[in-house]
């Protein structure tokens, strides 16, 4: 786990083509509904961790603001 140099995090766009080529696939009976169901879910996973860290940035953001007006 020490070495994620080589990792790529993916951002919300890319979760957004992913689940729809997913769902195109699925349409087309190239892969499963299991497998959509779980690429489904780890979007959404990912999609609140995306909303959280920039809910985490903009209360940074601000309480650096509120420290420089004191």
């Not at 766009?13 to 892969?31: M, N």
């Amino acid at each position: 786990m020490n070495n994620q140099t080589n990792k790529k995090i993916l951002n919300i766009e890319e979760a957004a083509t992913i689940l729809s080529e997913t769902l195109e696939d699925v349409a087309k009976r190239k892969t499963s509904l299991k497998r959509a169901r779980t690429i489904s879910r780890l979007a959404l996973e990912l999609s609140k961790i995306t909303e959280i860290t920039n809910l985490k940035n903009r209360v940074e953001f601000l309480e650096q603001a509120l420290k420089k007006r004191r």
